[in-house]
């Protein structure tokens, strides 16, 4: 390759001329409209926040709230508002200052009287009956300051609460009986765990009530949205929350999946060993989350946090935690919005580790910085249509639900790293293949099994909580579906009252009402193999899936199954110890270590790492255990004439003429940018705000321009001439 530095060009200051643009707030972007990055905010607008997508949203219902907004709106940005549902600085409501009445017994209350809280008098709320209304006061703020959607964040009661004043009247009036103390039963801690589903999916739908009231006063059209953990990171932290019902709530548009380092480093078990899984458990996560609204017409942002919530680890620690979570979203093709980080000033103005004496507390390094807003910048066009996996077997799935999250406390808890989950993905998605986990509730829309050949089932941990899965389910089966039924029938909270063993319903299990449905018995002698049910059938492996993550002959007895399940759907049994995945022009690419032993796999073409801050041009990429890559291809970047391909800055073309092109440039002052151009012909000179640039270097071989300078406080014009 051929390398010419501009500094041969002989720029002269005098050759540039000055563009005429009003740059004091950055240029409109046509595709803003699109929405396809946000991020969010508790702070007025500041350099440190100005990432330029399209959205802010800002966080917080006070009443500072209209003069925060309106910072961001002079700086271009579409305005979005979150606020918690379960916490925030909400002592009005407490108080009595709302309504009159004290509300302090509405405080998630654990069994020794300690009250949930963020410290001071910020407490996880058992909403009653006004909590809702007392939220849309705030959020008519919210609306009257022009916020074009709200999010409702973390709608979160916890495994260990159920004893407040409060919760015991909510479980008289919706059971009818008298309060149990959770912890008394596994019937106990099955009914608080829906009384605590339903007390926010009923706070939640007060807020959408209103709003869309709102809207039909206003002839607006505001959004409503949920920003919440997915249904894995709940059920392992013991956390209950409405998940999958929300989607079918009136006036809810969708969610936000918050997924980052904080959910996805919780350690799990695999073949014994209890460890972090960064990105495997991140693929499970997203996976979940993006099957909350698949089929359903709503929409998804996946939340990637350049740090976490813990402020002890290093730059290192984030940043290889950061892209491992980050190539974990991007392996789910239909989702192409995204947050691209929650509370920017921490991470662009932040000082890690906390742990360490203040004076050795490190600033972000310039390389990250650049690298951030490089991958920032390029989320912007995930939106592709031409999708192709290269990996192992695909079109499986692990159905899901979210009674995951009933089981988890006193007296008796399901596997505490979620073994009966994890035992059922894990071997899979370590060999390769894409394992989908699959939300059971929704398996009653239409269509919303097709793509799907092969399924795992337990009712370990969970339980469906209406029979009415069943009957689409067996459908599914009859025409050529393949279930995989991993179950001994010995969970203790089989005993709980429920419809498999209320009313007119006489089973021990809710497996045998699928069975029925199915038209099947399995006996004995038929374990492990295939029982025919119409063009598919069911393989029956009495054992609990949690075995299955101790590795040995227990992971063997489950992938046998699963090759089995796999040729009798048809399909082919393929194991690689890699992930790959094209985006249109871009690719998705992950090394996986405890996999096979097979060759590493090499990929060969011209490549632009955009993890590397330097986007040099790769000829080979080694997918060795526990890499993690985000590739642009160019070979597959098919624009013609001087195109923008990556940059570390949002760069809009203001001016395009023969021997003239002008982009205006903004980004997090202070920090490096870099803009990779595919460009036919060198250009005489370049000028960032009318002064040369000798930071110039230009491909030949390639086609390409990298032109490097520093981000500023305001947006700043490069200019090229030819």
Known sequence: MQFYSQCLFGLM?????????????????????????????????????????????????????????????????????????????????????????????????ERSGKKVGHGGDVYYMCPGENYGKFLCVGVQRALDAGAEAIHLEEPEFWVKSGYSEGFKREWRKYYREEWQAPHSSPDAQWRASKLKYYLYRRALQQVFDYVQDYNKKSGR?????????????????????????????????????????????????????????????????????????????????????PIEDNPDHDWHDYRVNWESTLVASLFQPEVSHYEVAPWPERVFGGHYPHNVKKEDRKAMPPEYATELQTVINSLNDMNQKQVEWDSGTTGMGVLVGDSLMFERGEPVSSDEHLGHIHGMTLPLLKRGMPVTPVQLENVTISNYLSGFRVLTLTYEGMKPLTPDVHAPLADWVKKGGILLVCDDDKDPYLTVRDWWNTGNMHYT?????????????????????????????????????????????????????????VSKAGLTWKETNYLKLRRGPYIVAAGLDES???????????????????????????????????????????????????????????????????????????????????????????????????????????????????????????????
């Open 509 to 565: 299990t809710p497996r045998e009402h699928l069975f029925e449905q199915l038209g099947i018995t399995v006996s004995s002698e038929n374990l492990g193999k295939l029982t025919p049910v119409g063009k598919g059938g069911v393989i029956w492996l009495k054992e609990n899936p949690v075995a299955f993550t101790t590795g040995g002959e227990s992971e063997k007895q489950f992938i046998q199954a699963a090759k089995l399940a």
């Open 221 to 305: 059209h505001v959004r409503c949205y949920v920003p919440t953990h997915s249904l894995i990171s709940y059920s392992t932290w013991r956390i209950v929350s409405p998940e999958s019902s929300l989607a079918q709530l009136n006036g809810c548009d969708g969610y936000i999946a918050q997924v980052w380092t904080g959910t996805a480093r919780t350690p799990n078990v695999y073949r014994g060993v209890r460890k972090e899984r960064t990105f495997e458990t991140a693929f499970l996560e997203y996976a979940v989350m993006q099957n909350l609204v698949r089929s359903t017409g709503r929409n998804v942002w996946y939340l990637n946090d």
């Open 13 to 109: 200051a005098s050759t540039l001329p000055l563009i005429a643009a009003d740059t004091s707030w950055f240029a409109k972007d046509p595709d803003q409209l699109l929405e396809r990055t946000c991020f969010q905010t508790g702070s007025a607008y500041s350099g440190n926040g100005n990432l330029r997508s399209d959205v802010a949203i800002v966080y917080g219902i006070d009443k500072g709230l209209p003069g925060r907004i309106e910072t961001w709106r002079d700086h271009g940005y579409r305005i979005h508002v979150m606020t918690g549902v379960s916490w925030g600085e909400y002592q009005d409501y407490l108080y009595g200052r709302f309504d009159g009445t004290n509300r302090e017994d509405e405080a998630q209350t």
């Open 596 to 722: 096979t032993s097979d060759p590493v796999r090499t990929l060969r073409g011209r490549f632009i790492n955009l993890f590397d801050s330097e986007l040099k041009v790769k000829e080979s990429i080694d997918l060795t255990p526990g890499s993690r890559y985000f590739l642009l291809n160019l070979k597959e970047h098919k624009e013609k004439g001087p195109t923008v391909l990556a940059s570390a800055c949002k760069a809009l073309k203001i001016k395009s003429e023969k021997q003239n092109l002008s982009y205006v440039c903004d980004g997090v002052p202070n920090t490096p940018a870099v803009v990779l151009f595919r460009m036919p012909k060198a250009p005489t000179a370049v000028a960032i705000d009318s002064q040369p640039l000798t930071t110039v270097n230009y491909d030949q071989e390639n086609h390409l321009l990298w032109v490097h300078f520093k981000n500023a406080d305001k947006p700043q014009t490069l200019t090229l001439l030819f």
